[in-house]
């Protein structure tokens, strides 16, 4: 048994922000389920967005991001993060060389999809993530623990139903409680549902899904954004094809050099994300290979060193001048809902990163705002828990009654990403939907009160299948098509009934004579 100020679940540029800027008279511990160099964020091959070229403005910047998020975003959320964007890429900028200059020592700016400016900073070319984590950890002080490879997978709540802690299973299966007065979830979001993911194999949407089963609320879960372009060879994704590709001048194309997004939305290869994966998608479908033209971009492999990586390690060659891709689960828009500071419906836990949503991202995350969010979030909770984070006491643990049940037969794991995919993937339709409810229903995974007995890989599948249930149910609930979620049956925006409408998730942890009440509230 630990006791620390401050837990946090997760290792990505959220979480290494918040640690990095706590007070160093708080304990503070990192719990990582494997390394701490294994999260999403140290993968990414984007940017930062921010408004700070010559001819932009945070304004361009907060209409580049409600138009992608298709208006579904809390504007209070976007102004305030997109106003502070500038000043957190100066700060990491004035510490050391995070960040790509030109010969004058200015910050190159490069142009990402849906953006109207070149706002997107990078940092190795298109080792952005790896960049500012190693710089994050490097920053990490002395008063901070950190454990690798534990499994966090239950949320502790006292009597006031206040978070306490978690408790974790190491790889060797020993049981431990983690106390704490403040519990911080930045355990990222579900890209291991589906079959073609961009994520890192730890992203199964645990998190998510501990914080359902303590009770806290869960929103916009049916808004997932499949990122267009990932490696695609042999029926498999390799890896993700960043962006940026598209915005130094590398087209979609089909087999006979065909460009795929001529009349399709105004900015062409460079639409929102959800416009340019249904388009590949549709093309894929039908039979057809799908190519990043990159024949016009000089000196690719100079440019995109990560990418060429890639694709070396693949067998494949670019003297060619063409990348196969396919579209992938790249990011979540929903998840635990929370404020500005990461407050949660539950007191004591916060939630920051991609595994909470405060709106800023709406129905399609604008490419490059994810890793701007972690810095701010992380930021803004460091301010409140430097100042606050001693004024509640610990308390006992409140036992949940655990409710006799027979192990239920688990399904493979790739199981529930091939029927995620097919079913409630790029292209969704209520037949598909309900056939998936009912197959995840079958399992009746969260009306589990003691995880403690099953295995590592069993935890897994079980969080999986929590997570992949909250996104059915969400997506068959929203009879219009919206950002990240599209429904062949309800193919277009419905604004009279859904405009700025939120499906919320809670679940009940008194429970009723079923053990379990679940409550899907549409909030305004």
Request: with cysteine; charged share 20%; net charge negative.
């Given at each position: 048994?630990?006791?620390d100020?401050?837990?946090?679940?997760?290792?990505?540029?959220?979480?290494?922000?918040?640690?990095?800027?706590?007070?160093?008279?708080?304990?503070?511990?990192?719990?990582?389920?494997?390394?701490?160099?294994?999260?999403?964020?140290?993968?990414?091959?984007?940017?930062?967005a921010?408004?700070?070229?010559?001819?932009?403005?945070?304004?361009?910047?907060?209409?580049?991001?409600?138009?992608?998020?298709?208006?579904?975003?809390?504007?209070?959320?976007?102004?305030?993060?997109?106003?502070?964007?500038?000043d957190?890429?100066?700060?990491?900028?004035?510490?050391?060389?995070?960040?790509?200059?030109?010969?004058?020592?200015?910050?190159?700016?490069?142009?990402?999809?849906?953006h109207?400016?070149?706002?997107?900073?990078?940092?190795?070319?298109?080792?952005?993530?790896?960049?500012?984590?190693?710089?994050?950890?490097?920053?990490?002080?002395?008063?901070i623990?950190?454990?690798?490879?534990?499994?966090?997978?239950e949320?502790?709540?006292?009597?006031?139903?206040?978070?306490?802690g978690?408790?974790a299973?190491a790889?060797?299966?020993?049981?431990?409680?983690y106390?704490s007065?403040?519990?911080?979830?930045?355990?990222g979001?579900?890209?291991?549902?589906?079959?073609?993911?961009?994520?890192?194999?730890?992203?199964?949407?645990?998190?998510?899904?501990?914080?359902?089963?303590?009770?806290?609320?869960?929103?916009?879960?049916?808004?997932?954004?499949?990122?267009?372009?990932l490696?695609?060879?042999d029926?498999?994704?390799?890896?993700?094809?960043?962006?940026?590709?598209?915005?130094?001048?590398?087209?979609?194309?089909?087999?006979?050099?065909?460009?795929?997004?001529?009349?399709?939305?105004?900015?062409?290869?460079?639409?929102?994300?959800?416009?340019v994966?249904?388009?590949?998608?549709?093309?894929?479908?039908?039979?057809?290979?799908?190519y990043?033209?990159i024949?016009?971009?000089?000196?690719?492999?100079?440019?995109?060193?990560?990418i060429?990586?890639?694709?070396?390690?693949?067998?494949?060659?670019?003297?060619?001048?063409?990348?196969?891709?396919?579209?992938?689960?790249?990011?979540?828009?929903?998840?635990?809902?929370?404020d500005?500071?990461?407050?949660?419906?539950?007191?004591?836990?916060?939630?920051?990163?991609?595994?909470?949503?405060?709106?800023?991202?709406?129905?399609?995350?604008?490419?490059?705002?994810?890793?701007?969010?972690?810095l701010?979030?992380?930021?803004k909770?460091?301010?409140?828990?430097?100042?606050?984070?001693?004024?509640?006491?610990?308390?006992?643990?409140?036992?949940?009654?655990s409710?006799?049940?027979?192990?239920?037969?688990?399904?493979?794991?790739q199981?529930?990403?091939?029927?995620?995919?097919?079913?409630?993937?790029?292209?969704?339709?209520?037949?598909?939907?309900?056939?998936?409810?009912?197959?995840?229903?079958?399992?009746?995974?969260h009306?589990f009160?003691?995880?403690?007995?099953?295995?590592l890989?069993?935890?897994?599948?079980?969080?999986?299948?929590?997570?992949?249930?909250?996104?059915?149910?969400?997506?068959?609930?929203?009879?219009?098509?919206?950002?990240?979620?599209?429904?062949?049956?309800?193919?277009?925006?419905?604004?009279?009934?859904?405009?700025?409408?939120?499906?919320?998730?809670?679940?009940?942890?008194?429970?009723?004579?079923?053990?379990e009440?679940?409550?899907?509230?549409?909030?305004?």
């Amino acid at each position: 048994m630990t006791n620390d100020d401050v837990l946090i679940l997760g290792s990505g540029i959220a979480a290494l922000q918040l640690a990095s800027l706590l007070n160093t008279d708080l304990n503070v511990r990192i719990l990582t389920k494997e390394k701490i160099r294994t999260a999403n964020s140290y993968l990414a091959q984007g940017g930062i967005a921010a408004a700070i070229g010559e001819h932009d403005h945070p304004c361009k910047h907060i209409a580049d991001t409600l138009e992608a998020g298709r208006f579904h975003n809390n504007p209070d959320a976007v102004k305030q993060i997109i106003q502070a964007a500038p000043d957190l890429i100066t700060f990491i900028s004035e510490q050391g060389t995070v960040f790509d200059k030109n010969q004058n020592g200015d910050l190159l700016l490069g142009m990402e999809g849906a953006h109207s400016e070149k706002r997107i900073v990078h940092g190795g070319g298109d080792a952005t993530g790896k960049n500012v984590v190693e710089f994050l950890i490097s920053r990490l002080n002395e008063n901070i623990t950190i454990e690798e490879n534990v499994f966090a997978y239950e949320l502790l709540l006292n009597a006031e139903k206040r978070c306490i802690g978690v408790k974790a299973k190491a790889q060797d299966g020993t049981i431990k409680n983690y106390y704490s007065r403040n519990t911080i979830l930045a355990t990222g979001g579900c890209g291991q549902l589906f079959t073609y993911t961009s994520n890192a194999p730890t992203v199964n949407g645990d998190g998510i899904a501990m914080a359902y089963l303590a009770g806290a609320e869960v929103v916009d879960m049916e808004f997932i954004q499949f990122h267009p372009t990932l490696l695609y060879l042999d029926g498999e994704t390799k890896g993700l094809i960043s962006e940026a590709v598209r915005g130094e001048g590398a087209i979609l194309v089909t087999d006979d050099g065909t460009p795929i997004m001529e009349g399709v939305h105004p900015q062409k290869d460079l639409a929102p994300r959800h416009v340019v994966s249904q388009k590949i998608y549709e093309y894929l479908k039908n039979g057809h290979k799908v190519y990043l033209d990159i024949s016009k971009i000089e000196n690719f492999k100079k440019r995109f060193p990560s990418i060429t990586s890639i694709c070396e390690e693949n067998g494949l060659q670019l003297s060619d001048g063409k990348i196969p891709v396919a579209p992938g689960s790249h990011f979540l828009m929903g998840g635990v809902k929370t404020d500005l500071t990461g407050r949660t419906s539950i007191k004591g836990l916060y939630a920051i990163g991609e595994s909470a949503c405060t709106g800023l991202h709406g129905a399609n995350r604008l490419a490059s705002n994810s890793l701007l969010e972690g810095l701010y979030m992380g930021e803004k909770l460091s301010s409140l828990l430097n100042t606050s984070v001693n004024e509640e006491a610990f308390g006992a643990e409140t036992i949940i009654p655990s409710f006799p049940h027979k192990k239920v037969t688990l399904p493979e794991m790739q199981e529930i990403k091939d029927l995620m995919m097919e079913r409630v993937g790029i292209v969704r339709s209520k037949a598909n939907l309900q056939k998936q409810k009912a197959w995840l229903d079958s399992f009746n995974v969260h009306r589990f009160t003691n995880l403690s007995e099953y295995t590592l890989e069993e935890m897994t599948k079980i969080f999986m299948l929590i997570t992949a249930n909250l996104i059915t149910e969400a997506a068959l609930k929203r009879t219009e098509s919206r950002g990240g979620h599209y429904r062949s049956d309800y193919p277009i925006e419905d604004n009279l009934n859904w405009l700025n409408k939120t499906i919320i998730h809670k679940n009940s942890r008194e429970m009723e004579s079923n053990h379990e009440y679940i409550e899907t509230a549409l909030a305004t």
